[in-house]
């Protein structure tokens, strides 16, 4: 498996700031990903991080708003822009190295967000 | 899009008895399907996983079951024990040439077990 760490592990921010969270692999890996969860909730899949290239969006979010790096195979960020209360959550970073054509995809510890 | 529905939403069973929790999927292209544990306050935790060219898998106390004709898959523990309270989420994707397409996860069961 891959291990995953989160920076920061948690934060509590005034409405209309911004927040940029790391995630850093301890090995290159085929794919990064950033996810949201609010609490007792499923995961929401927000981007797929692209190594070198703009992130891939799914439905709902925009770059305005969650700009995402990832400047090497093993390092990425996400940045929740212009932050309003609705923003608090846990946003989970996480990467997929392939397996037998698979690709596993490995967790890190989260960060939980409150935005006052 | 992909389209994943977990059962029960929560779970309670006595410790050493066994539990099981559902997932049904919607796209029959969906061709593999994990597992995760998150406990309190951590990052969801790849247990086990089954790719669609096999009916079952193991590990120890957990096992996995697909029925591609139904579209739903099983996640199995048997003789649980307290460390085992968490909440499960199955999650299905379809392999590509390119690598997976992103994860659609369930809503999540929690499992609690009662000493």
């Known amino acids: 498996s891959a291990v995953i760490s989160q920076k920061p592990s948690r934060d509590i921010c005034q409405r209309g700031t911004s927040l940029t969270i790391q995630c850093q692999v301890d090995s290159q890996v085929t794919m990064m990903f950033w996810y949201r969860q609010q609490p007792g909730q499923s995961l929401t899949l927000i981007a797929t991080?692209?190594?070198?290239?703009?992130?891939?969006?799914e439905s709902g979010f925009v770059i305005d708003k969650f700009p995402i790096s990832r400047p090497n195979l093993t390092f990425s960020t996400l940045t929740v822009s212009n932050m309003s209360p609705e923003d608090s959550s846990i946003y989970l970073c996480?990467?997929?190295?392939?397996?037998?054509?698979?690709?596993?995809?490995?967790f890190g510890p989260g960060t939980r967000l409150t935005v006052l | 899009g992909e389209n994943v529905e977990q059962h029960p939403s929560t779970l309670s069973v006595q410790e050493g008895d066994s539990a099981v929790i559902k997932c049904t999927y919607s796209d029959s292209a969906s061709n593999y399907f994990p597992w995760y544990k998150q406990e309190l306050g951590k990052g969801p935790q790849l247990i086990i996983d089954i790719r669609s060219n096999v009916g079952e898998k193991k590990d120890q106390r957990i096992a996995v079951t697909l029925n591609k004709t139904a579209k739903h898959f099983s996640l199995h523990i048997t003789e649980t024990q307290p460390e085992d309270s968490a909440v499960y989420f199955c999650?299905?994707?379809?392999?590509?040439?390119?690598?997976?397409?992103?994860?659609?996860f369930g809503t999540g069961t929690r499992l609690t077990i009662i000493p």
């Open positions: 996480s990467a997929a190295r392939t397996t037998w054509g698979y690709n596993e995809q490995f």
């Open positions: 999650a299905a994707s379809i392999v590509s040439n390119f690598g997976n397409e992103k994860l659609t």
């Open positions: 991080a692209n190594q070198g290239s703009e992130a891939t969006y």
